[in-house]
């Protein structure tokens, strides 16, 4: 049985999707903290188990009969190692042979604030020993245009990623990739830099959306702490807005930039452009 943390989230959904297209709901285990949640997937016959990473009995539990699992990332920046070990050491104990795990483009080396709770959770992964693939995925092309909207009524898209070029993919790209990884053979012992094969700064952005709705958009560069401030203005949370102005000057640098095809041989298909990303986002 393949097993997916997170799957009431967007990218989990998404990788439920993917594996329904490559073996039958019976095989496929949502973990979710809410089966509540995801009664979309029980009526396609996926079973759902309660698995919090905060209570570790319901890990355990839940990864009973599990021969392969896809942990993916928590977004509970802060306390993401602790509950990522927490599943790895469930792991073990259930007996499970493979752990793909979504971590972040260029680990090893990324200097963005964020990559650390995944540092931390790959060398858990290596110390386990259990058969693992890190699927190091880049940047969401989602990421960029969830708040479409508000860039098409204001006429500017912030940021603080200068000329900094982001190689983003979709959720559904990354998504395939980890679906390919958990059903076919020999993805064990990997590491994967996933990234698109486009990559954009923000200009380009800011010239598409502009090109596509017909209005006038421009994008505004801003210093790290300004960008920072402005995020908390628009209601994020101090920790999350410090992280997202950290990851634009990481871009500023060239860490969400990526030449490597792996996305590209994994899926079988070019990634999913920053036109086409533009154009569903618009539309809906
Ligand atoms: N590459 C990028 O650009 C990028 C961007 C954003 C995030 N990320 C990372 O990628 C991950 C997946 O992205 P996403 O868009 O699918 O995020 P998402 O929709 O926020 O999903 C996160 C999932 O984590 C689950 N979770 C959180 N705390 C949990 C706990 N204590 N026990 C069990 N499950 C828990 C959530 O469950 P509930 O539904 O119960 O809350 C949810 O299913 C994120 O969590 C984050 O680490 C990457």
Not at 200 to 215: I, N, P, R, V, W
């Given at each position: 049985?393949?097993?997916?943390?997170g799957?009431?989230?967007?990218?989990?959904?998404?990788?439920i999707?993917?594996?329904?297209?490559?073996t039958?709901?019976?095989?496929?285990?949502?973990?979710?903290?809410?089966?509540?949640k995801?009664?979309?997937?029980?009526?396609?016959?996926?079973?759902?188990?309660?698995?919090?990473?905060?209570?570790?009995n319901?890990l355990?539990?839940?990864?009973?009969?599990?021969?392969?699992?896809l942990?993916?990332?928590?977004?509970?920046?802060g306390?993401?190692?602790?509950?990522?070990?927490?599943?790895?050491?469930?792991?073990?104990?259930?007996?499970?042979?493979?752990l793909?795990?979504?971590s972040?483009?260029?680990?090893?080396?990324s200097?963005?604030?964020?990559?650390?709770?995944?540092?931390?959770?790959?060398?858990?992964?290596?110390?386990?020993?259990?058969k693992?693939?890190?699927?190091?995925?880049?940047w969401?092309?989602?990421?960029h245009?969830?708040?479409?909207a508000?860039a098409?009524?204001h006429?500017?898209?912030?940021?603080?990623?200068?000329?900094?070029?982001f190689s983003?993919?979709?959720?559904q790209d990354?998504?395939?990739?980890?679906?390919?990884?958990l059903?076919?053979?020999g993805h064990?012992?990997k590491?994967?830099?996933l990234?698109g094969?486009?990559?954009?700064?923000?200009?380009?952005l800011?010239k598409e959306?502009?090109?596509?709705?017909?209005?006038?958009?421009?994008?505004?560069d801003?210093?790290?702490?300004?960008?920072?401030?402005?995020?908390i203005?628009?209601?994020l949370?101090?920790?999350?807005a410090?992280?997202?102005?950290?990851s634009?000057t990481?871009a500023?640098?060239?860490?969400?930039?990526?030449?490597s095809t792996?996305?590209?041989?994994l899926?079988?298909?070019?990634?999913?452009?920053?036109?086409?990303?533009?154009?569903?986002?618009?539309?809906?």
């Amino acid at each position: 049985m393949i097993a997916v943390t997170g799957a009431s989230g967007k990218l989990g959904n998404w990788v439920i999707q993917e594996l329904l297209k490559r073996t039958e709901a019976k095989n496929i285990v949502a973990l979710v903290r809410d089966p509540q949640k995801t009664q979309n997937l029980q009526a396609l016959g996926v079973q759902v188990r309660q698995a919090d990473y905060e209570q570790y009995n319901t890990l355990v539990d839940a990864l009973n009969g599990v021969e392969k699992l896809l942990l993916i990332s928590s977004n509970e920046i802060g306390k993401r190692a602790t509950q990522h070990q927490a599943v790895i050491n469930a792991a073990v104990a259930a007996k499970v042979q493979h752990l793909a795990y979504t971590s972040v483009l260029n680990a090893d080396s990324s200097t963005l604030g964020l990559s650390e709770e995944h540092r931390v959770t790959e060398k858990a992964i290596l110390a386990s020993g259990l058969k693992y693939t890190f699927l190091r995925n880049g940047w969401y092309l989602e990421n960029h245009t969830e708040n479409l909207a508000s860039a098409l009524q204001h006429g500017v898209i912030l940021g603080a990623a200068g000329e900094g070029r982001f190689s983003s993919a979709s959720r559904q790209d990354y998504a395939t990739a980890a679906a390919i990884v958990l059903t076919q053979a020999g993805h064990e012992n990997k590491i994967y830099e996933l990234a698109g094969n486009q990559s954009f700064t923000l200009q380009d952005l800011a010239k598409e959306l502009s090109h596509q709705s017909q209005k006038k958009i421009v994008y505004q560069d801003m210093s790290e702490a300004e960008y920072e401030k402005a995020l908390i203005g628009f209601g994020l949370p101090q920790a999350l807005a410090h992280l997202l102005a950290d990851s634009d000057t990481g871009a500023k640098n060239g860490q969400l930039e990526s030449r490597s095809t792996d996305l590209n041989k994994l899926i079988g298909r070019e990634s999913t452009t920053l036109r086409s990303a533009i154009q569903s986002a618009i539309k809906e």
